[in-house]
């Protein structure tokens, strides 16, 4: 396992770091303020009127798999259980039976490619489903779009895998807003853009690992098993992609808890066998401290429900169930981070608040992966 004090000048070595990533991972990460533009922009070149003209759908089936899976659920945390209109997120190639002239399909995939992206896209022609592609410039999704007559917004061959979130975030927001969902100051992408920019400027590489927030969050996630606590279904989303990074990029299992619901198995974790109640002990031997140890990672969203359902046992609002599984963490002295907390991010609406959460993340993940070399560990 490579030691803190290695790592930390792996991550302050600009040139390492350009050498542990063959892919250009931290430059596209950075970019994302600049994805969000460039993809509004496509989205506006395609033509959404054709989706969005025939007025509010009876349900959303969204076609996606990881990243853009990720992206779905976003949507569907945004829009909630009171949203007029039903969110389904489905892996294909199968369109759900149900699914008809009154449903809108969002087909989103980086590459476009593939019987899991093509194959809905023209089942969803046959049935009539008004259809949304998201893809690479020339792909064959693109045709069946074409073929449908339906737009399709092209994603630069620019691109690179595992980075492409907001690329296939920002049309379906932007869709959500056409069909009068959300908001539209609500899902800005300006404001997303503007919150992406400000984190490419604290957590970039030319920033010291004592005062930069991914690189600090890296650190501390090199000998930990980290336990990532979300506070609501919004701030799950942001859990999910965490996760989905650490294990692609740094090969880091993690386990995740959405709170209220998941409050009692989240307590239990921090309390059990994982967890080591005498860490604190300056007198214990040092030689005995091997493998990894508990870290709580809570990702907070202040706008959550204050109850997420009657009936179950108190606490049941999602702040009161975080506070409880703080206090079992301070009590099995787990160690705690918090993602995305510095600065002020109350002056951020809540999708801008999640945008940040999701830059720290993505950063943090790149350079775990890239301080323990794993990018060119992959690629031999």
Partial sequence: ????????EVLDDLDVLRARDPRGLLPAVAGAGAQVRE?????????LGRVAGGGRPRGLVVVARREGAVAASVLRAL?????????DVVPGPDLPVWTGPADIAVVATRTGAGRYAVTPAYE????????????????????ACSTARMPYVPLPGTRVRHTTLWSLLTPMLRLATELELVRPEVADPEAIAAALDEVAVECGPAQESFVNPAKTLALEL???????????PMADTAATRFADQLATLAGLPTS????PDQRVAACAVLGGPLATPDADD?????????????????IRDTDAASHDGAGEREPRSAPEALGEVLRTAAANNVPVSGLAEHGEPERW????????????ADFAAVYLALALDQERAQRR
């Avoid at 396992?1 to 930390?8: D, G, I, K, N």
């Avoid at 090199?222 to 609501?232: R, T």
């Avoid at 995740?256 to 709170?259: D, H, M, W």
């Fill in 282 to 298: 300056f007198f214990r031997d040092r030689a005995e401290d091997t493998g990894r140890r508990l870290r709580l990672l809570t």
């Fill in 222 to 232: 090199l000998d930990a098993l980290p336990v990532i606590a979300a506070e609501g």
């Fill in 39 to 47: 993809t509004s922009r496509l989205v506006d070149e395609a033509g």
């Fill in 79 to 87: 829009l909630g259980p009171a949203s007029p209109v039903t969110v």
């Fill in 256 to 259: 995740g808890f959405r709170l």
């Fill in 349 to 360: 609406g809540r999708l801008p608040r999640l945008a940040r959460q999701l830059a720290v």
């Fill in 1 to 8: 396992m490579t030691s803190p004090e290695l790592a930390e």
């Fill in 124 to 143: 969803a022609a046959r049935r009539g489903v008004t259809l949304l592609g998201i893809g690479a410039e020339d792909a064959p999704l693109r045709a």
